[in-house]
């Protein structure tokens, strides 16, 4: 399963912010879709989870939408009212997760690179 972020770059605070993540391989091989965000010297946080197959939705606060496009394997995070701690190094990430770990990065076996999201003032 390889994974593909893009979207990211220099956004304004208060802006909500895009991000998109491209599917492919093996995708029987995964249940859900995870996004997370690394800000500079902290660790990796989860964001936002959607189950592929059904659409569910499991988000780490009001800010954040996450959806899918089966039909075009991407799935898409949204980052509302951005303020200067939103910027981040933002991960998309895939895998078989379990009910109770969806939050945690090792339940997700496959990762992109990663994008780049820096929120000015």
């Known amino acids: 399963v390889q994974l593909q972020a893009s979207g990211g770059g220099l956004v304004q605070a208060g802006d909500s912010l895009s991000l998109s993540c491209t599917v492919s391989?093996?995708?029987?091989?995964?249940?859900?879709l995870g996004w997370f965000r690394q800000a500079p010297g902290k660790d990796r946080t989860f964001v936002g989870r959607i189950l592929w197959g059904s659409g569910t939705v499991y988000l780490a606060g009001d800010r954040f939408t996450v959806s899918r496009d089966i039909a075009k394997s991407t799935a898409y995070l949204q980052v509302h009212s951005l303020t200067l701690e939103d910027t981040a190094v933002y991960f998309c990430?895939?895998?078989?997760?379990?009910?109770?770990?969806?939050?945690?990065?090792?339940?997700?076996?496959?990762w992109g690179r990663g994008t780049q999201v820096t929120v000015s003032s």
């Open positions: 990430a895939a895998g078989f997760t379990r009910f109770g770990a969806i939050k945690e990065a090792a339940e997700y076996r496959y």
């Open positions: 391989g093996r995708t029987g091989e995964i249940n859900s």
